[in-house]
């Protein structure tokens, strides 16, 4: 089951669903939910029609939207995908593949940028050293290398994330206290601590058009830091 959640970018979503449709539409259930309403409908000729539509009334963060949609997975499997991710190929056999080798609870492709850079999707979890590191010296420095084969990471970045379905529902799904950023890493954190795996395959790739809305936009630079100090303390030692 594939999840999308929109934003007012339904345009962004149709290009998904066309994507979807050329690349694995026979394997895929679609759960679509429009967060906020957009004068551009759902769907296209071309594209991949979703088994659900929800519209919501309130707008909701991204952790509460996919466990929403998550209500609605009759499938072993459950991602969650970003409408501003591209597929110029079906991702899923080669996740599919790795998770069912290695017993995984969730799995995150190689994620290209537009311009064929590889962005960094697998990452080591954080810590204030760490994010003081990726401040003030080279944020560009990879925590991983990720074009060299499978590999067991901290955590997958929440733009494509391939679940177990049975993992995410142990897990709870995402924590909704997070409205904005840092679901990934807390799902993983928990996942982990429950003894799952979770690993990073280059093999599968998406493309993400990453606008960064964080570094532009004061509100969300702000449901940044807050998801980051929510974290931190969630990892700080009980007195």
């Known amino acids: 089951t594939l999840s999308i959640v929109s934003h007012r970018q339904n345009r962004l979503v149709n290009q998904l669903l066309e994507d979807v449709q050329r690349v694995c539409a026979p394997r895929v259930a679609l759960v679509v939910t429009e967060n906020a309403r957009d004068a551009v409908p759902i769907g296209s000729v071309q594209g991949a ?12 963060g991204f952790g509460a939207n996919h466990n929403a949609a998550f209500r609605h997975c009759r499938t072993p499997y ?10 110029t190929a079906d991702p899923f056999p080669a996740l599919l593949a790795v998770m069912a080798e290695h017993g995984a609870a969730v799995a995150g492709p190689l994620v290209r940028l ?3 850079r590889i962005e960094d999707s697998a990452r080591r979890f ?3 050293p760490a994010l003081a590191r990726k401040l003030f010296v080279d944020r560009r420095v990879p925590d ?12 997958v970045a929440g733009m494509f994330m391939l679940f177990s ?13 997070y409205f ?7 799902i993983c954190r928990r996942l982990q601590a429950a003894g799952g795996r979770v690993l990073y395959e280059p093999r599968a790739e998406v493309v993400h058009d990453a606008r960064r809305g964080s570094r532009r936009n004061p509100l969300l630079a702000l449901h940044h830091l807050a998801s980051a100090v929510r974290f931190l303390a969630s990892r700080a030692p009980r007195a």
């Open 144 to 155: 991983y290398a990720c074009d060299r084969g499978a590999l067991e990471v901290d955590w």
């Open 165 to 177: 379905s049975d993992a995410f529902r142990a897990a709870g799904g995402f924590d909704e206290a």
């Open 49 to 60: 029609r979703p088994d659900e539509l929800i519209l919501n009334q309130v707008r909701r």
């Open 78 to 87: 459950f991602c969650v995908c970003n409408p501003d991710v591209r597929l």
């Open 114 to 116: 537009p311009d064929g």
């Open 126 to 128: 954080p810590s204030v």
């Open 180 to 186: 904005l950023y840092y679901e990934d890493v807390d």
